[in-house]
């Protein structure tokens, strides 16, 4: 009989657990394309997030009587808070530019975060950086240039910009993340992050969108899918499955979350991609495949 406490699977439970992570996340542009149609996107952010730090609760509290591990719970808070102020504006930006772009573009403008994330380490951490990131960023430029191309001019649309500057701030939440996880109770960071993007987005809501009940509740199953599965699972399982993972692995499996966004773009929607827009789809994967495959050196 298969041992899911083995060794194998301790090995490989980080890689799973991101690989569900980026199914999730990129089904849910789809379920956040279908939220906008019906309400707002500062309220329908607003609301899965708070929907998905609900459903963490219980969690919490669970994993805390089954395991009652001390971890550091000020620091979990610490983390928690920095990665939700950064999680705020780059949820919001997201969620704004799927109101222009379609789902299964916005996912792979999304994804150039994976090449964001080693630029800023060198801001931030002075980290090296190999030759091929530099190989990387000047295709993802060129994919960018062809799926943002409208008619014969180049023309960068307002989605597309709000979604390129998003990839930004994901790649600072995953460096934020990174950085300060260790000994710290991951669900306690998730749900303080999905927290401060519901206080914050709300005063957002607040002074921008009106709060219309009926709409809502026609939005029921876009905030559920978006707020349990992508707010509340999914981010937690990103933590866990950074805390063990390879980074240069981790990077490269969270980088489907853009073929899941156009395959299931595809079958819900029925949005299909125009020749141009595939090629730069295809060209901005090739780039985000080169810059996180392992030297030959690498141990698997």
């Known amino acids: 009989m298969f041992d899911f406490r083995g060794e194998y699977m301790h090995k490989y439970k980080g890689s799973v657990l991101l690989l569900i992570t980026a199914f999730i996340w990129g089904s ?16 329908f952010n607003c609301l899965r997030s708070i929907i998905g730090a609900i459903s963490l609760i219980p969690v919490y509290l ?3 009587k089954k395991y009652p591990k001390k971890y550091d719970n000020f ?3 610490k983390t928690g808070l920095f990665s939700g102020l950064v999680l705020t504006i780059a949820t919001n930006l997201q969620q704004v530019g799927l109101v222009y772009t379609e789902a299964g573009k916005a996912g792979f403008i999304t994804s150039l975060y994976i090449l964001f994330v080693p630029l800023l380490g060198i801001i931030f951490f002075r980290n ?11 295709i993802a430029i060129i994919g960018f240039y062809f799926l943002s191309i409208y008619g014969n001019n180049f023309k960068l649309e307002l989605g597309d910009s709000l979604l390129l500057i998003c990839g930004v701030f994901f790649a600072l939440q995953i460096l934020i993340i990174d950085k300060f996880i260790k000994n710290t109770n991951v669900i306690l960071v998730s749900i303080v992050q999905l927290i401060v993007v519901f206080i914050l987005t709300g005063f957002i809501m607040i002074y921008q969108e009106p709060f219309v009940l009926s709409t809502v509740k026609e939005a029921w199953f876009p905030l ?20 063990d993972t390879d980074p240069t692995l981790a990077s490269l499996i969270m980088s489907l979350e853009s073929v899941f966004a156009v395959i299931t773009a595809f079958i819900v929607l029925n949005q299909n991609l125009l020749i ?3 090629i730069g789809c295809l060209l901005i994967f090739t780039a985000i495949i080169i810059s996180q495959t392992p030297k030959r050196s690498a141990k698997w």
């Open 28 to 43: 849910a542009f789809v379920a956040q394309s279908v939220g906008n149609d019906l309400i707002k996107p500062y309220t």
């Open 62 to 64: 669970f994993m805390k």
């Open 75 to 77: 620091k979990s808070f």
């Open 128 to 138: 090296k950086v190999a030759k091929k990131l530099w190989i990387s960023i000047a």
């Open 224 to 243: 559920l899918y978006a707020g349990m599965l992508s707010s509340g699972i999914a981010y937690t399982l990103q933590i866990f499955g950074q805390r």
């Open 276 to 278: 141009h827009e595939m």
